[in-house]
């Protein structure tokens, strides 16, 4: 895994705040500053973070991902559609 700088983390973190109502005047520059992480980082989270925000405040993430990226987001939601066996919570065996 590579490094990650600490403006990096900071632009990660910022991320869940700036879902608020009261700042989203501050998502589009946060999407311009989250655009350069993506292009050099490798760690999948922090990636898989940025994208999901960018995605759900309406950005073009196209040209953003990478092969290995999709793959591994489509991996997991295989996984959790296999799970999932169509109980709800008031099924529970208790």
Do not use: K
């Not at 759900?56 to 092969?67: K, M």
């Amino acid at each position: 895994m590579g490094t990650i700088t600490r403006r990096q983390a900071t632009l990660v973190a910022t991320i869940p705040l700036a879902r608020h109502l009261l700042l989203t005047g501050h998502r589009d520059e946060l999407a311009d500053h989250a655009r350069f992480p993506l292009t050099t980082s490798t760690h999948r989270r922090r990636r898989d973070r940025v994208l999901e925000a960018l995605t759900e405040w309406g950005h073009d993430v196209s040209g953003l991902d990478n092969a290995d990226g999709v793959a591994v987001r489509e991996h997991r939601t295989r996984q959790r559609a296999e799970r999932w066996t169509g109980g709800c919570a008031d099924d529970l065996p208790l």
